[in-house]
T-cell receptor, first 114, second 111 residues
Framework: DAGVIQSPRHEVTEMGQEVTLRCKPI?????LFWYRQTMMRGLELLIY????????DSGMPEDRFSAKMPNASFSTLKIQPSEPRDSAVYFC????????????FGEGSWLTVV | GNSVTQMEGPVTLSEEAFLTINCTYT??????LFWYVQYPGEGLQLLLK?????DKGSNKGFEATYRKETTSFHLEKGSVQVSDSAVYFC??????????FGPGTSLSVIP
């Protein structure tokens, strides 16, 4: 069974450009999470969806960030315009329903904004 | 609100030493608790979990016990190896499926 799939794995972009990160969760999982990891701030929850509906976006840093989940098998995280301080590893993760179930992570998208 | 606090790192140990990484949480209700491990350049992988008070999670020689009275879930291993060098994250999953991670503790094991 395929795990959580993220793309691109690595991206280098210039300040001001739009960045779109993509995620395919594990089939059958009904919750999807976007996290950002940096040395300074650790692992931050940006937003999570349940059954394709955004439940909590309080971690989204500012209006430059937006996330969508148009269907159960796809989500995007968009940054427009990008800034150097957005450089980080962005992880997508998915979770099946059930109290004891665990969250599964993708391998991350390594973003560098120059 | 819900949060997770871990001991500050980095932690450096000699091979075969005893490991403890402290984790405490604040929560409304009774969350499930987890330890995840991250090796360099990789995503997070589940190490162990506990879903209710007094449960003990264990895997690969690591153990942690869900202590409701002290709101803690400390990670322990009796004898660490060089291959255990990684970053360890404590996490909770709330009743509405929000998963919150602690800041992570970096462990280096030297031969």
């Amino acid at each position: 069974d395929a795990g959580v799939i993220q793309s691109p794995r690595h991206e280098v972009t210039e300040m001001g450009q739009e960045v779109t990160l993509r995620c395919k969760p594990i089939s059958g999982h009904n919750s999807l999470f976007w996290y950002r990891q940096t040395m300074m701030r650790g692992l931050e929850l940006l937003i999570y969806f349940n059954n394709n509906v955004p439940i909590d976006d309080s971690g989204m840093p500012e209006d430059r960030f937006s996330a969508k989940m148009p269907n159960a098998s796809f989500s995007t995280l968009k940054i427009q315009p990008s800034e150097p301080r957005d450089s980080a590893v962005y992880f997508c993760a998915s979770l099946p329903s059930g109290s004891g179930n665990t969250i599964y992570f993708g391998e991350g998208s390594w973003l560098t904004v120059v | 609100g819900n949060s997770v606090t871990q001991m500050e790192g980095p932690v450096t140990l000699s091979e075969e030493a005893f490991l403890t990484i402290n984790c405490t949480y604040t929560a409304t209700g009774y969350p499930s608790l987890f330890w995840y491990v991250q090796y360099p350049g990789e995503g997070l992988q589940l190490l162990l979990k506990a879903t209710k008070a007094d449960d003990k999670g264990s895997n690969k020689g690591f153990e942690a016990t869900y202590r409701k009275e002290t709101t803690s879930f400390h990670l322990e291993k009796g004898s660490v190896q060089v291959s255990d060098s990684a970053v360890y994250f404590c996490a909770q999953k709330t009743s509405y499926d929000k998963v919150i991670f602690g800041p992570g503790t970096s462990l280096s094991v030297i031969p």
